[in-house]
């Protein structure tokens, strides 16, 4: 099957297999690729890595590692050889923890792309206060997103409310995954800072995250074809 030549990641964000394999076979892997995150890698295991890669899709772990740089670099290595097609660390994490990762990968001459988690899109700048970060979400994740590429990552996760500033200070090549992503006819949630799959791309995401928009609709692929109507695919 021909790799898909899509920015659209769909989140598969349920608690076991079963459920999201029951989605992943209502999905065209040459459409769009899938998120595997926390809860679902828990319980499952490399298990749901397996039969996704089996069904033919590109996985993004959304594992978000954060560690001393060796056992980070040993995650992601790990993670690698299971064949994902992305992987993610906090950077967070800092200069040496996101370099040792990066060096693993190169070591071993894994293809894996390599990105980093700048700030969470769920967090406010009240939020970001009571870590400790006295500062706006913008100047958080700017500073994060050089550091992250200046450490050798292909790129971060980001708010579509960010990517503009992210394009201009990281360039066109530097990934922006964007999560939170939600159609224009409908509202946002728990993720604060939205924007539809059309603006996001334009303000400079390369890769959209979506999820109950499509995973929770009638017809899963009638709304992944809306979207892609939508982004002028």
Request: charged share 25%.
């Amino acid at each position: 099957m021909p790799r898909p030549d899509t920015p659209l990641i769909i989140a598969l964000d349920y608690p076991d297999l079963d459920q999201a394999l029951v989605m992943a076979d209502r999905l065209d892997p040459a459409r769009c690729r899938v998120k595997v995150g926390k809860e679902l890698f828990t319980r499952s295991g490399p298990q749901i890595l397996e039969a996704l890669h089996a069904r033919g899709f590109e996985v993004f772990l959304d594992l978000k590692f954060h560690d001393i740089p060796n056992t980070v670099a040993g995650a992601v290595e790990a993670a690698a050889d299971h064949g994902v097609w992305m992987i993610n660390v906090h950077a967070g994490g800092g200069r040496r923890m996101m370099e040792a990762a990066r060096e693993r990968l190169d070591k071993r001459r894994l293809t894996t792309h390599l990105i980093a988690v700048t700030v969470l899109t769920s967090m406010s700048r009240e939020d970001l206060a009571e870590v400790g970060v006295d500062d706006d979400p913008l100047s958080q994740v700017e500073r994060l997103a050089a550091l992250s590429q200046r450490s050798g990552m292909d790129g971060v996760v980001c708010s579509a409310q960010e990517a503009t500033a992210l394009r201009a200070l990281c360039g066109d090549t530097f990934l922006k995954v964007t999560p939170g992503i939600r159609p224009s006819a409908l509202n946002g949630d728990d993720q604060r800072r939205t924007l539809t799959p059309a603006r996001a791309l334009a303000a400079g995401s390369t890769h959209l995250v979506i999820g109950r928009p499509v995973t929770q609709a009638l017809d899963p692929m009638a709304a992944l074809a809306d979207i892609e109507h939508e982004i002028g695919r």
